[in-house]
């Protein structure tokens, strides 16, 4: 069964930098397009980035030139480099496999000043 466990979220102000990380287990990794995705308060869950086993990227707009997909195939491990952050970035971000698997816990994420 795989398993996500995403990290790196925190607290920071508008204009800063996240980097989030995402172990994958329980499934062969370099056979599958890997994405992240983020959930606000009251709002549905929505596709942020995406990266296909062979390195191809796809980004939201809403985040495009600002955050950077990444995977590490030796390590099981895919990346979001997030960049000049805005309040409207504040979610919860998951990651997960394209098709979906169970989802994790997430990692928060919080721009405020």
């Known amino acids: 069964q795989v398993q996500f466990v995403e990290s790196g979220g925190g607290l920071v102000e508008p204009g800063g930098s996240l980097r989030l990380s995402c172990a994958v287990s329980g499934s062969i990794f370099t056979m599958y397009t890997m994405a992240w995705y983020r959930q606000a308060p009251g709002k549905v869950r929505d596709l942020v980035a995406f990266i296909s086993s062979s390195g191809n990227t796809n980004y939201a707009g809403s985040v495009k030139g600002r955050f950077t997909i990444s995977r590490d195939n030796a390590k099981n491990t895919v990346y979001l480099q997030m960049n000049s952050l805005k309040p409207e970035d504040t979610a919860v971000y998951y990651c997960?496999?394209?098709?979906?698997?169970?989802w994790g816990q997430g990692t928060q994420v919080t721009v405020s000043s």
């Open positions: 997960n496999r394209i098709p979906l698997a169970s």
